[in-house]
Each structure stands twice: as C-alpha cells, then as structure tokens.
C-alpha cells in the first residue's frame, strides 16, 4: 500500500515525485467543501538532506480504508466462491458421513454456478453512476448486508424449495454485488495517490484470490465435519455482517469525509489524486466507446475473467473427477492454487509501482508488460495441463497453480488500467467494463457443461484448456498492440449544472 515518503520540490501545483513530473490541476472551486481542498497546502519535511512531502502518519487513514477495502472484497467473494466445493457436498451423500446433512439429487449444478452472472452483468453501468454519484460507502455496506442475509436464507430453502430457490437467493447475491467493483475503482481514484495506486489496487482486487486460498479449505473443512455443508453459509455470513457494522462506524466516502484524518495526509490525498473533482459530470460515452485504449482495457479485462472463472468453477470438479482428490483434499489444494495468485500480484504491484515509480519504465509499459506476463504463461501452462491425468496428479497441479498464479500479475496490469485512462470516470467505466466481461463469467460453466459430457473423461477437458488457452493468449497480443497507460483527454469533461444552484447562465 505504500506509505513512505515521497521526493518532492516545494513548488505548488506540481511535484517531482522520485525523479517523475506530475501535474496537479487546480480544484474547482464550485462548492464550500472544494474551497476547503483549495486552501490546503502540501507541507514539506526535510529528512538526510533531502526535502520531501510530508504523507502524515506512516500508516495513515488511507491505508486503514484500503485494507477496510480489501477485506470487503475478500468476505464478498468468499460468499461467492465457496459454492464451487460447497455444491460438491450438497449433491454427493459419500461426502459426510453425518446423514442428518441434507443432499440433494440436482442436474443442474453448472445453472446454479453461473445464476450468480444473472444478478451481476446487467446493472452494472447503473450501479457505477450511482457511486461516482454518491460515492462508496453506503452501497457497499448495503450490497453486503443483503448479501449475507441472502448467504443465511440459502441452506433453508435448498431444504425446503429446492434448487429452483437456490437459483434466485444467487441471483439476488448477484444483483447486490454489482456495486462491488465500480465501487473499488471510486474508492481509488478518490483516496489512492497515484504513485501508490498500483499496489493498492492490486492489494484490493487480491482480496478475490485470498478469499479463495481462505474459503475452499474451510469450506472443505466444514463440508466434511459434522456440521456440514449449511455451516458454510452460515459462517461466512456472520463474518460479512461484522464487517458492515464496522464499516458502517468507521468508514468514509473520500478524505474530506474522515472524521479524524490529519490535516497532512488529507492535502497529500487531495494535491495528488488526478482533477478530484466533486461535481457530477456528464459521461463522455461517445469518446470511451471510440477509445482504442478503452477498448483494449475492456478486451484484456474480460479475457482474464473469463479463463479465471472457467477455472475457479471448475477446479474443484476437475481436481475430483480427474485428479481423484477427496474433498478436504480438494479444498486445500485449490486454496493453495490462489494463495500463490496472490502472492503474486501483491509481489508484482510491487515491483510495477517501483519501476514506474523510479521512472525506469512508462505506466504504459508497466501495464502491457505484466498484462503479457498475466495472460501469456497461463496460455502455455494449460496447454500443458491439457495432457494430465490422475497419473499425473502431482504434474497437474504445478501447473494449475502456475498458470492461476501468473495471472496475478493482471491485478496491478489490465485491472485497474480504467483508472489511468479517466480517474474522474473511473467507476462507470468500470462498472461498464466489469458488466460486459462477467456476460462470459455467466457462460463461463455452461459452456464447460457444454464441452465436457463425461466429468471423468480427461480428453474432454482438454478442449477446456485449449479454449482457456487461446483466450488468454488473445488477450495479451489485443493489450499489448492497443493499450494505454496515458490519461485519455476525454477524462476532463464539462460539469452538469447542479440543480440546486441557480443558473449562471
């Protein structure tokens, strides 16, 4: 996340950071709370002869919102992912040996893993206007909420409606976490500087690998107790609603919101974010939608979720028909898969935000670099996936965590790219680009329900893999050839009147 000191001359308006000219363009000065912003003043500090910008505390309000962030991101996407290993337990009655635990004779398992994408595509350029309107805060704690009463109703009316009812409490699930990650990209581009946005980015959107490296095994530790499989829903519902309790007391929709940030890091927030603008603003959609580097952006994006969701919904089955794991088995080793994603991206983020940082590459090289690093190995390692069997169970493997893990590196690439074309856009582009892109996650299992009739035959997964393969590599040529780290020009665009305040006119 960043909170060292950065290099910086004196000057008002501008600043060297480590080596890099950044503008700062004036705040508007259109409201009582932007005059506010205007009067601060960058304070400097001198440290072993050097002049540099006082950030305020080292671990400062931002970095605490950031990690409130993450963990929001983690309990949301444990909610749902887990169902990938808990539908295992809920259809197999060899799982537990407690047969008071309900299963339940369902064809239609790969229906409700994607009834999810139902809920979640198609509101998302809606739910992106609404947090660039009126911030993160309240939608975010709200979507969890429901979310988590959505997660206590399930085992109940699995019971006592069957799968049907399964499908919509996913739906709902769906529709509630839509205004999850355009709600991540305006919390960044309102509390994140820009020279520590790549790492936090990327320690924010990890939180969806975490979540997997934490749920699988305790789903699989759960699923196997006496508990069973209910449990699961039960315990990371509880752990969803703590976090909205403490978010709703301590969180804040930008700088200017907090109740006990310094004055300090609030002028380095505000001086050092791109045009942090206050004011709704009309959406240029004519220029993002004739934006090469938008479209780039878009194409890489949904690449990458594709092949990831492919994988993370079918990992557990393959690892269970094909490499013969049991259950407990199965949720440790695809725990470990993203535990290596993430460790990867957060080790990237890193390396991505120094070499940018220290002027050795251009914010577009960083992106298309770790772009094609991100989509390119895991083209080659599933195909070689593509030739394993339960002969090569330990073969298998490797290779599974080295391709979901090299795509770690997309977190601080493709991922969060929107942010560099147009901060002041951030969240509806985002909520455009994170709608149409899980259009495919929704297809991702019907179209391996499609392709593989026999879950135990191995040559059938290998047009999985092929088909993962080719997306990927797709994706980084697309991204490399057309993609940007620039902010786009159309970023900047004319205010719509407040109609509160009279016409100027």
């Known amino acids: 996340m960043g909170g060292s000191n950065l290099r910086c001359s004196p000057t008002r308006g501008s600043s060297t950071l480590t080596g890099e000219v950044v503008s700062f363009e004036p705040l508007r000065k259109d409201s009582k709370v932007d005059k506010q912003d205007e009067e601060l003043e960058l304070k400097f500090i001198e440290q072993e002869g050097t002049v540099i910008v006082d950030t305020g505390p080292k671990i400062g309000k931002r970095h605490i919102e950031v990690m409130s962030i993450f963990f929001m991101v983690l309990l949301n996407q444990c909610m749902r992912q887990h169902l990938s290993l808990t539908i295992v337990a809920m259809t197999d009655p060899n799982v537990n040996e407690n047969k008071d635990i309900p299963t339940f004779d369902w064809k239609n398992k ?59 409490v996913r739906v709902a699930q769906g529709l509630c976490q839509s205004f999850l990650v355009p709600s991540i990209s305006g919390f960044i581009s309102r509390w994140v500087p820009i020279t520590e946005r790549g790492r936090s980015g990327a320690f924010i959107l990890s939180g969806t690998s975490l979540a997997t ?61 791109i045009n942090p603008n206050t004011k709704q603003q009309k959406t240029p959609w004519g220029k993002i939608f004739t934006s090469l580097p938008f479209w780039a952006c878009t194409y890489a994006f949904t690449c990458n979720v594709l092949v990831m969701w492919i994988l993370l919904t079918q990992i557990p089955t393959y690892m269970s028909k094909i490499m013969k794991f049991d259950i407990k088995n199965n949720g440790l080793l695809t725990s470990l898969i993203y535990l290596t994603q993430w460790t990867v991206s957060l080790v990237i983020s890193t390396l991505s935000d120094y070499l940018t940082n220290k002027n050795y590459i251009s914010i577009t090289t960083a992106r298309k670099l770790f772009t094609g690093i991100g989509m390119g190995l895991p083209c080659i390692f599933l195909l070689f996936l593509s030739n394993c069997n339960a002969e090569h169970s330990t073969k298998g493997v490797i290779l599974l965590i080295s391709a979901v893990g090299s795509a770690g590196c997309n977190w601080c690439a493709c991922f969060i790219n929107n942010i560099d074309l147009a901060p002041n856009h951030a969240g509806v582009m985002q909520g455009f680009i994170n709608g149409f892109s899980h259009i495919f996650a929704l297809l991702a299992p019907l179209i391996v329900q499609f392709m593989v009739n026999d879950e135990q035959n191995p040559e059938e997964w290998k047009k999985v893999f092929y ?32 109609p509160e305040e009279p016409s100027k006119k």
């Open 110 to 168: 790969n229906v409700i893993l994607s009834s999810f994408f139902w809920g979640y595509v198609g509101p998302q350029i809606i739910t992106g206007w609404l947090v660039t309107r009126y911030g993160h805060k309240w939608f975010v704690t709200g979507s969890t909420a429901v979310c988590a009463l959505a997660a206590f109703l399930t085992p109940v009316v699995a019971e006592q409606l069957g799968s049907t009812s399964v499908i919509i």
């Open 467 to 498: 088909l993962s393969s080719a997306v990927a590599l797709s994706g980084a040529v697309f991204f490399g050839l057309l993609g940007s780290g620039e902010e786009q020009s159309w970023n900047s665009t004319e205010d719509v009147e407040d």
């Open 213 to 273: 490296v934490i749920s699988m095994p305790i789903a699989g530790a759960i699923a196997g107790s006496s508990y069973g499989w209910p449990m699961i829903f039960y315990f990371f519902g509880l752990l969803a609603i703590i976090w909205c309790v403490y978010y709703m007391i301590f969180g804040a929709n930008c700088p200017r919101a907090h109740k006990s940030i310094t004055q300090e890091e609030r002028a380095f927030i505000v001086k050092t974010v």
